[in-house]
């Protein structure tokens, strides 16, 4: 698991919740981030991001290329193996 909860807005997935000592809030996840892109691939719903953050190996890393305020920034996370639903 990544540590991240997102929304989706009109236009693409938000960051809601960045959980404190996960793998997303030691890379730099922050709450609001825009998430444009998960190793390539645009997700188009959270049941998508879900798949994309799935293709990766269980310990792999997670690339993401997020946008804020109008300024892109990529951003790589470490995922871990998890139970809970949380991404």
């Known amino acids: ?3 991240i909860r997102v929304l989706r807005d009109r236009t693409q997935m938000i960051v809601s919740t960045v959980h404190p000592n996960c793998p997303a ?3 730099g996840n922050q709450v609001g ?3 444009e892109r998960i190793d390539g691939q645009v997700p188009a719903s959270g049941a998508g991001l879900i798949r994309l ?3 990766t190996s269980s ?3 997670v690339n993401f290329i997020l946008r804020r305020d109008g ?3 990529k951003l790589s996370v470490l995922r871990k193996r998890s139970l809970n639903a949380d991404m």
Do not use: D, Q, V
Request: proline share 0%; no cysteine; net charge positive.
């Open 33 to 35: 981030e825009g998430i």
């Open 1 to 3: 698991a990544l540590g």
């Open 71 to 73: 300024r892109e920034r």
């Open 59 to 61: 310990s792999g890393n």
């Open 53 to 55: 953050i799935g293709r």
């Open 25 to 27: 809030f030691h890379a």
